[in-house]
């Protein structure tokens, strides 16, 4: 079970779980009318931004002694890590409104940038989960994918809804199994991540 749990927790990494969030909206939508190298352009642009830079500069981080654990599981080293995640995802955001995505998907960004925005402030006192707000995203934008209409006709997105709440629950039950937080923190993080990401995509 532990070794499950580690693998949930990379696989559902908070700096990948921004990729997954673009590949959904690339291959189960109306956008998957866009030319293939397109797509992967942007979601290799995306992964490059929001998940390749931040673990460069966290590993960087802790190479000049500036943070002791890469994995982030110190509450305290937790401030400046997010404060990069945030401005990844800011940056990501910039690109794909420049490069005329639907406002739903630049915005699935702003939202994981006030979540991460939150998730800093909530953890100078309290060790809110990343991976939940991360998880709570994902979720929230499925919803907003739903609510748009622009599900690519026959694609059973239903299906799809329900393995990324199913997963944001085990995500949770390992984020616990493993001690990293309590039921309540994984809880609260998933609430935050889902609230930010679904009322700022309704814009």
Excluded at 100 to 126: D, E, H, Q
Excluded at 169 to 182: N, Q
């Amino acid at each position: 079970m532990k070794r499950v749990s580690q693998i949930l927790s990379t696989v559902f990494s908070p700096l990948f779980v921004p990729t997954y969030g673009v590949a959904m909206a690339f291959w189960c939508t109306m956008l998957s009318i866009t030319p293939l190298g397109v797509r992967w352009r942007f979601m290799l642009t995306v992964f490059g931004v929001t998940c390749v830079i931040p673990a460069l500069l966290i590993y960087g981080l802790h190479r000049a002694g500036i943070i002791k654990d890469p994995g982030l599981n110190n509450r305290t080293e937790r401030t400046i890590p997010y404060i990069l995640t945030a401005l990844s995802y800011g940056a990501s955001a910039w690109i794909l409104a420049h490069a005329k995505a639907p406002s739903w998907l630049w915005l699935f960004m702003i939202g994981g940038l006030v979540a991460v925005a939150v998730n800093a402030i909530v953890n100078r006192w309290w060790k809110i989960s990343a991976h939940l707000a991360a998880m709570g995203g994902l979720v929230a934008l499925t919803f907003r994918i739903a609510l748009s209409h622009t599900v690519l006709p026959g694609f059973p997105f239903i299906w799809m809804a329900i393995a990324t709440i199913l997963a944001a629950g085990a995500v949770g039950t390992a984020r616990v199994y493993l001690d990293r937080h309590t039921v309540g923190q994984v809880g609260a993080g998933f609430l935050n991540g889902f609230v930010c990401v679904f009322i700022v995509t309704a814009f």
